[in-house]
Nanobody, 119 residues
Framework: QVQLVESGGGLVQAGGSLRLSCAAS????????MGWYRQAPGKQRDLVAA???????SYADSVKGRFTISRDNAKSTVYLQMNSLKAEDTAVYYC?????????????WGQGTQVTVSS
């Protein structure tokens, strides 16, 4: 199993920055992809950014150019640097670890960290 713990959320003004961290423990070498999702009240949980074990990244169109996902394998940690924050970025942000074995996909989730952007 994989355990994920997010940190770094908080209250910031529009235009400000935050860096979220997600520390992974357990079967960390089995993780294929890690990502950040967010969910605002009454909305579905959407992918914000993802990074593969090989370092390939992808981003939602809404955050391209503003957010950066990265990994520190030595620390078993994934980060989300969020710049130029907007009010619409307000959400609970969840760290995700995806383990793929053939056709079987297992997703693990952190508890979430609140990001609130005031305008």
């Amino acid at each position: 199993q994989v355990q994920l713990v997010e940190s770094g959320g908080g209250l910031v003004q529009a235009g400000g920055s935050l860096r979220l961290s997600c520390a992974a423990s357990g079967s960390i070498f089995s993780i294929n992809t890690m990502g950040w999702y967010r969910q605002a009240p009454g909305k579905q949980r959407d992918l914000v950014a993802a990074i593969t074990s090989g370092g390939s990244t992808s981003y939602a169109d809404s955050v391209k150019g503003r957010f950066t996902i990265s990994r520190d394998n030595a620390k078993s940690t994934v980060y989300l640097q969020m710049n130029s924050l907007k009010a619409e970025d307000t959400a609970v942000y969840y760290c995700n670890a995806r383990l793929v074995a053939s056709t079987v996909v297992n997703d693990y989730w952190g508890q979430g960290t609140q990001v609130t952007v005031s305008s």
